[in-house]
């Protein structure tokens, strides 16, 4: 790590997602129910890392993870990682197999099915994982990685270990029943940045007994509860709101021609807090979140190269 650098953290699943009958672009191939099935490298954590790394610089921002280093799987994600230039700290944990999503495209966009009880799910906290948490200026996390006892206590000691003044920033990314009432109120505790879209904010809400059906009012009831300082509230295609404790402010979405939406939310947070640590003000901090996810739609998989012309925005 290169001292005093922006150091960004992607903590929790690093995955493959596999896409049936899938066009493009692909690293490898397996039959799944006899369909032939493209590998893209996803996990929100890690989409979170690559594309703030593209932006901001990639030799410090980090994937922390988990694989099984002798699986097709995990040896394939030890390529695409380096083919990315991706920094890591992904143990081998043998008794468990690397992390797959079985991805959907549908007219109400992606649907997942993902793999239970995998390597990521098992993640160890090691000296260096908590050597890059006490340098770290923003870390990225969900709920997925914490549906199980060991990864949640990873993903909180490195919480814990961040610096008063980290980014940290909970993409809450409601996925199957892989989320609980717990897991959702110990992350809000943790986080001073909360990202969640129009889908899940109800879940939420009925959760926790906030009634009320304007979005800004849910998310500042949430913010004054658990002290959050700011919300990224996503609505697909129709835009995305910023709230803060003394501003408000909305962009519509920009219209492209979507291929696909897989890791686009991932990216808009990730262009969200690299335009924050450059101290960038809110509307171009909004703005390049804005063109950032909109790029990523229009490529196959959560993880396309950025166009010079967004990256040099942030020079």
Known sequence: MEKNKNIIVGIGECLFDLFPNSAGNHSGYILHSGIMTGYELGGAPANFAYHAGQLLGKKNAFVISARNDKDYEGMLL???????????????????????????????????????????????????????????????????????????????RFLDATPKNCLKIFDINLRQNYFVREIIEDSFKRCNILKLNNDELPVVCQMFGINDNE????????????????????????????????????????????????????????????????????????????????????????????????VKQLK
């Open 215 to 310: 979005p800004e009012v849910c998310c500042r009831r949430i913010m004054s509860l658990w002290g959050i300082d700011t919300t990224i509230f996503t609505c697909g295609a129709e835009g995305s709101y910023i709230f803060s404790h003394n501003e408000t402010s909305y962009k519509k979405s920009k219209k492209v021609n979507v291929v696909s939406s897989v890791g686009a939310g991932d990216s808009f947070t990730a262009a969200f807090c690299a335009a924050i640590l450059k101290g960038r003000p809110l509307a171009e901090v909004r703005q390049l979140a804005v063109e950032v996810s909109a790029y990523v739609c229009t490529q196959n998989g959560a993880m396309p190269e950025l166009p010079e012309e967004i």
């Open 78 to 156: 030890d390529t695409e990682l380096d083919r990315r230039g991706i920094q890591r700290i992904i143990p081998s944990v043998a008794d468990y197999c690397t992390g797959t999503v079985i991805v959907s495209q549908t007219d109400n966009g992606p649907q997942y099915l993902i793999k239970e009880d995998v390597a990521y799910d098992h993640i160890p906290f090691t000296k260096e994982m908590e050597a890059v948490a006490t340098e770290a200026t923003a870390v990225c996390f969900g709920t997925l990685a914490q549906r199980c006892s060991m990864s949640k206590s990873t993903i909180q």
